[in-house]
């Protein structure tokens, strides 16, 4: 190791000479042990037995080269049985506190944000023109503090070049960008009156201010280990220190002259520097999947010579790192983020962000994605409980959120402040979860307050859902770290400056809580078996021997230098190339240092990010020279990496290696010998033509879909409403009206009817769309109900019925049971009949099915074969014909008009369309009947190897989110065994 010590220049009108000893340490092993090794020769010499360090002060970039720097030196005294005084550490960004005395307490981020909103708001609109087109409006508390929160931002960037808003004046052009710059300093003025009424202060004005006075000071010596990358206001306040600063510096001493005098990176000097890599040490791969299973190969490969705690796993972007976790736990490696997560990340952060959508919208949708998070769901629970009879059924009860999500899928009710259709049976289940989250959610109701006083109720409403969790405190559970994080930050905005908090709404005060917890960290839990997965910041000062790269790719490494729209154009220039040429100096000295400190490192460059957009090859790549350089990334783009086939340890042992290539996450649930259904309706045989497995996970386990997310009535649905319609007319005194306008006007009131009974008047707009829709062809299902009572028919029943049963279910007076007997065993049969018509003058009967489409009868019963012949699809109506003694109708079944009441969209296809089949036919399809009732009763229910062309139970696939059981109340349910 070699030291100098030098004069550097600031940009701008100050001049310093840095006291800073540089020490360069060589690229042949990791800094931290140089570090490590220097720092304990400069043990104190009050005691030669002890390693006394305490009157040091090291600065570091990163946490993570902190912790490893402080168990290299604890290692070292223990070690040599020595006592270990530590040196007091700091991240490079708490350098500047270090170097003066602060006239006042610093100003938080937050309370920074809001003298500057404060500053912004009372600013007159033609000023506050010249920084944003729209000013927000006067109350609008969001929209001044994210104005606030950028302008912040600017000063941070502006003060970290050792500038001031009055110096980017002077730079400036005259015209718009001077005028701008004007209101932007005489707005900082008035943003530091503000601090100083609070008594706080701004870091950067506060530290810019002992710059300009020659004031910075240290009392006590400085090391910086790799701080290669300092800010020009933190270099010009090392400049006045008359404290020793050491400079410890990656690189040998012939490399001196690429490093400022502070040991800081001079970015013209590493244009042309060229990395020592290998071809060999670059994988092509394509998306992060693939990218991922290249990670998993190379731990695989560098397993062999090296344990858990000598791997690091690197990334260039946090989107690669779930990919990577999600491999690792495949093969049962367990790993350590050290970037750790943020409350966003965690069930904390989705609470509140469902919270605020809830408290903006007040919507039914947005109140049962709330009650799914997982801490509602057992409050409400929990609640709903308490107040169910003790004498209620569990089997027999629905359940709270299969009826809100019934509700939703059904009646797509909107506002939460609406009543709800008072004939559903999920109305009062839906109305008690409401209620008891406006119980939860009541403090935040209350008046306008200032923020710490919202803090603390919010505070209150988060501790009455996680009140288990903050009892338990389980140190490696996520949640109940952000509960903590999160109860601490909101304790600590009570002491937020009075001066500077005002009264606001309660939805702004919890959206602007939830956005300041959204972004507070949370560390992993590190331990000796878990490889270690670090940002690409932390990967130059890592020591493990053997390091996998994911994602040496454009835009990650280097990072490129967002523009700000606020600079002048000609400062913005320079900043951004600066800044651009500072970056991809610190990410080719980071490389080299990863490529020389250690026996193995591999770079994975990959072709795709996590969300599908093209990542070119990284430009450190030119690093080389122009034949290596174009070589490796035409053989990254065109070439591919050998395949490798990785297992983990347990499967081996299982043998279980016979494919690897397909893993069954979910299988669907095989059927059960002996469990089938004893009544079947008329929907089922079809449904069980289609795939007797889907039939079975109806009718047998009694699952049918449920989806809450639609926004608008599906097909079937849309034929529930037309049928209803038409069903109350038919119960009406117009029923046998013969003028087309009257019975258009009844099938209209009584289609509003049953729109407001199903619906009600608080339902989504597409819903009332598709009333109008079923409206328009009702009006020409009119015409032809008209041409129909010309005719001399007459409506006679509507919604028919048989079933099973003894006893008829309204009068409860003995029936005959309808069923079927094969074999012996009797089976019974369900069914119901939109319409059943009388022409009295012919003594003559039609059996009618309302349908929303076009087809005629022949078309969904028959299926044309490729050899000419057709096969039965549905027997709904073979089976019609089968229940019409059983209906009460004194009319031979060949005798009884089978057909469609087609209610299509086009008006030409609304008609009535009866049924063509021949006797022979009917015989068919009464085999099949028997056939099918056959096959149920043995349980025979095999997948359809074509499997169905509409899928109600893709979700058993994951594709989609939920099943419940079928209601045995339902009369289109079956009775299963």
């Not at 050899?867 to 027997?875: C, F, N, P, T």
């Amino acid at each position: 190791m070699e030291s100098t010590s030098g004069k550097r220049e600031t940009p701008g009108s100050r001049s310093v000479a840095t006291r800073c000893e540089r020490v360069f340490c060589g690229w042949d092993e990791p800094l931290l042990q140089h570090a490590a090794r220097w720092l304990i020769e400069q043990r104190g010499t009050g005691s030669s037995a002890a390693l006394d360090l305490s009157g040091w002060d090291v600065v570091l970039p990163s946490s993570r080269a902190i912790t490893r720097l402080r168990e290299k030196l604890a290692e070292a005294a223990r070690a040599n049985r020595c006592e270990y005084r530590s040196p007091r550490f700091y991240l490079v960004g708490q350098l500047p506190g270090l170097l003066y005395r602060r006239p006042a307490e610093w100003a938080t981020d937050f309370e920074q944000s809001l003298a500057w909103a404060r500053v912004l708001s009372a600013t007159d609109t033609e000023s506050l023109k010249t920084l944003v087109p729209t000013p927000p409006e006067p109350d609008a508390t969001a929209p001044w503090l994210d104005l606030a929160s950028t302008l912040r931002r600017l000063w941070t960037k502006v003060a970290a070049e050792n500038m001031t808003f009055a110096e980017v004046q002077a730079k400036t052009e005259a015209g718009a960008e001077q005028r701008r710059w004007e209101v932007l300093g005489a707005a900082f003025d008035l943003y530091r009156r503000e601090l100083q009424s609070a008594e706080r202060c701004d870091p950067y004005a506060a530290a810019l201010d002992k710059v300009a006075s020659g004031q910075c000071r240290a009392s006590r010596p400085i090391v910086l280990v790799g701080a290669s990358d300092l800010s020009e206001m933190v270099k010009a306040m090392l400049g006045q220190v008359a404290a020793p600063v050491t400079a410890l510096v990656a690189a040998p001493q012939s490399d001196a002259d690429r490093f400022d005098a502070t040991g800081c990176l001079i970015p013209e000097r590493w244009k042309e520097h060229r990395l020592p890599l290998g071809d060999e040490q670059l994988v092509p791969a394509t998306g992060v999947d693939d990218q991922s299973r290249a990670v998993i190969e190379a731990l695989a490969d560098f397993g062999q010579e090296h344990s858990v705690d000598a791997i690091t796993i690197g990334v260039t972007d946090p989107s690669q790192i779930e990919p990577i976790e999600n491999h690792c736990r495949l093969m049962k490696v367990p790993t350590y983020r050290h970037m750790g997560w943020t409350v966003a990340e965690t069930s904390v952060g989705r609470l509140l962000d469902l919270l605020v959508t809830y408290r903006q919208r007040r919507t039914w949708r947005a109140l049962a994605a709330l009650v799914r998070h997982a801490a509602v769901y057992q409050l409400i629970d929990r609640s709903w409980n308490s107040s169910q009879p003790k004498t209620a059924s569990p089997k027999r009860s629905k359940g709270w959120l299969t009826s809100l999500d019934q509700l939703l899928s059904e009646a797509f009710p909107r506002g939460i402040d609406h009543p709800l259709p008072a004939t559903r049976q999920e109305t009062a289940a839906a109305n008690q979860v409401r209620d008891c989250l406006q119980e939860w959610l009541a403090p935040l109701d209350r008046s306008a307050r200032p923020i710490r006083k919202w803090s603390q109720v919010l505070l209150e409403v988060l501790e009455s859902v996680y009140a288990d969790t903050i009892e338990t405190e389980a140190i490696d559970d996520p949640t109940s770290l952000a509960v903590t994080a999160t109860r601490r930050v909101l304790l600590e905005l009570e002491n937020l400056s009075e001066s500077l908090d005002a009264p606001i709404e309660s939805l702004a005060a919890l959206e602007l809580l939830t956005n300041r917890i959204a972004d507070i960290p949370l560390s992993d839990s590190a331990t000796a078996e878990k490889i270690e997965i670090l940002g690409w910041l932390d990967l130059a000062l890592d020591d493990a021997p053997a390091l996998v790269v994911c994602g040496l790719n454009h835009p990650y490494v280097p990072e490129a230098a967002a523009s700000d729209p606020y600079l002048p154009s000609s400062l913005q220039s320079a900043l951004s190339q600066r800044v651009n040429d500072r970056r991809y100096a610190r990410d080719v000295h980071a490389m080299h240092q990863m490529l020389t400190s250690r026996s193995e490192v591999r770079f994975l460059v990959g072709t795709h990010s996590a969300d599908g957009s093209p990542t070119p090859p990284s430009r450190l790549l030119a690093a080389a020279s122009p034949d290596d350089a174009a070589r490796r990334v035409c053989g990254i783009l065109t070439e591919h990496r050998p395949a490798m086939s990785v297992v983990s340890q347990d499967a081996c042992m299982e043998d279980q290696v016979a494919d690897q290539s397909h893993i069954d996450y979910f299988r669907p649930p095989p059927s059960q010998p002996g469990r089938t259904v004893e009544t079947l309706s008329v929907t089922a045989f079809s449904a069980y033509l289609a795939c007797p497995y889907r039939f079975y996970l109806r009718y047998v386990l009694g699952l049918r879909p449920l989806d809450d997310s639609t926004l608008e009535l599906a097909a079937n649905q849309f034929g529930d409403l037309v049928h209803g319609a038409l069903e109350y007319f038919g119960e009406s005194k117009a029923k046998d009206e013969p003028d087309p306008d009257k019975i258009a006007a009844e099938l209209t009131a009584q289609l509003h009817r049953y729109a407001s009974e199903y619906y009600g008047d608080n339902t989504a707009s597409t819903v009332q769309i598709q009333v109008r829709q079923a409206e328009r062809r009702l009006k020409t299902v009119a015409l032809r109900q008209a041409e129909r009572i010309a005719q001399g028919w007459r409506i006679h029943a509507v919604e028919a019925s048989v079933d099973e049963l003894d006893f008829d279910r309204k009068t409860k007076k003995p029936k005959q049971p309808t069923g079927i007997l094969i074999d012996g065993k009797f089976t019974g049969l369900r069914g119901r009949f939109d319409r059943i018509d009388y022409h009295p003058e012919l003594d003559r009967w039609a059996i009618l099915d309302y349908k929303t489409h076009g087809h005629l009868p022949e078309k969904k019963h028959l299926k044309k074969l490729p050899d000419g012949s057709v096969q039965w699809v549905d027997l709904q109506l073979p089976l019609y014909r089968r229940f019409i003694p059983d209906l009460g109708i004194p009319a031979d079944p060949i005798d009884v008009e089978l057909g469609y009441f087609n209610v299509a969209e086009k008006d030409a296809e609304t008609k009535i369309n009866l049924a063509t089949f021949t006797q022979s036919q009917f015989d068919q399809a009464d085999e099949l009947i028997h056939d099918c009732v056959r096959k149920i009763r043995d349980c025979q229910f095999e997948s359809h190897p074509a499997g169905v062309q509409y899928d109600d139970y893709e979700m058993m696939f994951n594709e989609s989110i939920n099943t419940v059981p079928v209601d045995d109340e339902c009369e289109t349910s079956e009775v299963s065994r």
